[in-house]
């Protein structure tokens, strides 16, 4: 921390962070000032985990994607500007329907509308009738897989996706592997040939096992599920290995959260319906159990990296800050959850050279929060200011 701090910015990237005042600028070189006392600055967020695609309504999976390509572009474009205006300027997309993630990237690059920048995988791949297999990207078989990962880098992948267990896709197992372990190395090996990073949703501890010992880059979620009734079960020789292999877990608390937020205000409102009530009972244990395996997992030395799961079911994309006060609670301080969300997960996603932290020479992904978010987690929702590459987004 720096306090009353000066931030110099020269075409688009920062020049330097000073304490008090900064160096004066050459003469007859323009400046723009901006104040804001009180405040703090920070890089700007980065999501690990987003499906720009989905609306965040509480739509189930199977709903969401029954929409066509255009309107899912839409939801994404929208998606993608209440992010920035929330501060994260950049988002990592780990699945979406066909190449239309693709599409919104490049319309963002492009200048037609405003939004994070976006790390893509397109389709994330899956088995056939897999989790989120309506998003194409279903492959078999080492031959398979290995097909399904140029595919995806022929489209233009950032990096590459698997989904190791079932998942919230009906008829899915999330309590067991998806793929055998010859395909996760396949997977691995092939996504490394082609330079790109590799990442696998698991919810259960076999997979997770079979991910380190496959060399993947990443795990999202890092579940225990033992039961069709969501049952978890802890087991530590996993998380050693995870930690051993130093691989990084996405936390995605925030799904649980939304979840719990979402249903104690339907039971505000009144009874819950027992169908209802079943659900809250359900999302409880599970939510509380993520918390403990969190807290394990974090002791027993695993690296863990902020990400939300942005747009499924109740989880806003707006969610980063939610996200980071869970991780919080799990165990990190207030710093070490702030810099998940910044130069950890621009570290664990390959892009610590462009953005994350407010290094001379870095691009100008800026964020600007009322008061001390060191003192308390929920000023990063009192946005004052968004630069992204030294350009003004939005400012209050």
């Known amino acids: 921390m720096i306090e009353n ?9 920062i020049a330097g ?76 997309d780990v699945g979406g329907a066909r190449n239309t993630v693709f599409h919104v990237r490049r319309a963002l690059s492009l200048g037609y509308g405003e939004g994070p920048r976006v790390l893509a995988c397109g389709q994330p791949i899956t088995i056939t009738g897999g989790h989120t297999w309506y998003f194409g990207g279903e492959a078999d078989g080492e031959e398979g897989v290995r097909h399904k990962v140029r595919t995806m880098a022929k489209a233009g992948s950032d990096f590459t996706k698997v989904m190791a267990t079932g998942g919230g896709t009906l008829n899915t197992m999330s309590w067991l ?102 659900i809250f009972d359900r999302w409880q244990r599970m939510f509380d159990d993520n918390l403990e395996q969190f807290r394990r997992m974090r002791e027993a030395g695993v690296t863990w990296v902020a990400g939300t799961d942005a747009g499924w079911r109740f989880t806003a994309i707006e969610g980063l800050p939610l996200e980071l006060e869970l991780m919080r609670e799990g165990g990190l301080s207030a710093m070490e959850a702030i810099v998940a969300g910044t130069g950890l997960a621009a570290r664990t996603i390959g892009i610590d050279d462009k953005v994350g932290t407010l290094k001379p020479g870095r691009i100008a992904d800026v964020v600007v929060v009322g008061g001390d978010p060191l003192a308390d987690l929920a000023r990063l929702t009192e946005v004052r200011m968004v630069m992204q590459a030294g350009r003004v987004c939005g400012s209050r």
């Open 17 to 92: 962070c000073f304490q008090g005042e900064a160096p004066a600028a050459p003469a007859g070189e323009p400046t723009t000032a901006f104040d804001f006392p009180g405040c703090t600055i920070l890089p700007g967020l980065i999501d690990t985990h987003v499906h720009l695609n989905l609306p965040g309504d509480g739509l189930s999976l199977e709903d969401a994607v029954r929409e066509d390509d255009g309107v899912l572009v839409a939801i994404s474009m929208a998606n993608a500007a209440r992010a920035l205006r929330a501060g994260i300027t950049t988002v990592r």
């Open 5 to 13: 701090a000066v931030l110099v910015i020269e075409d688009g990237r």
């Open 177 to 278: 592997p998806s793929f055998r372990l010859s395909e996760l190395m396949a997977l691995a090996d092939e996504s490394h040939r082609l330079g790109r990073r590799i990442t696998a949703h698991c919810l259960c501890a076999q997979a997770i096992e079979w991910v380190v010992q496959a060399g993947f880059d990443q795990i999202e979620h890092g579940g225990f599920l033992v039961a069709a009734d969501g049952r978890q079960e802890f087991d530590p020789r996993a998380a050693e290995k995870v930690a051993k292999a130093g691989i990084p877990v996405t936390s995605t608390l925030a799904v649980g959260g939304y979840m719990l937020k979402e249903y104690r205000a339907r039971q505000a409102r009144g009874p819950l319906p027992p169908q209802d009530q079943r």
